[in-house]
Nanobody, 115 residues
Framework: QVQLVESGGGLVQAGGSLRLSCAAS????????MGWYRQAPGKQRELVAT???????NYEDSVKGRFTISRDILQNTVYLQMNSLKPEDTAVYYCKADLYLGNYWGQGTQVTVSS
């Protein structure tokens, strides 16, 4: 089991940047995959970016070149650097951890991008 706590959301103008953090309660090297997902009002939750234990990274097409996922193993934290934000990036952003025994979600952090 793992607890995840997201932070870093907020209100930003289009073109601005935010960095989200996801602090895990256990060594993230023991987690198969960690990822960021988002859910906009009236839409399904969608993948934004993932990073595997081995360091392989995957991005959803609309964020490629703008968002960067990274991790600090010593801090047990995964980050999502979001640049060139657009109004369509507005959503609640969730951190997810995939373990052998199950998947775990954080509580989410709101990101609002104004035009």
């Amino acid at each position: 089991q793992v607890q995840l706590v997201e932070s870093g959301g907020g209100l930003v103008q289009a073109g601005g940047s935010l960095r989200l953090s996801c602090a895990a309660s256990k060594n993230i090297f023991s987690i198969n995959v960690m990822g960021w997902y988002r859910q906009a009002p009236g839409k399904q939750r969608e993948l934004v970016a993932t990073i595997t234990r081995g360091g392989s990274i995957n991005y959803e097409d609309s964020v490629k070149g703008r968002f960067t996922i990274s991790r600090d193993i010593l801090q047990n934290t995964v980050y999502l650097q979001m640049n060139s934000l657009k109004p369509e990036d507005t959503a609640v952003y969730y951190c997810k951890a995939d373990l052998y025994l199950g998947n775990y979600w954080g509580q989410g952090t709101q990101v609002t991008v104004s035009s």
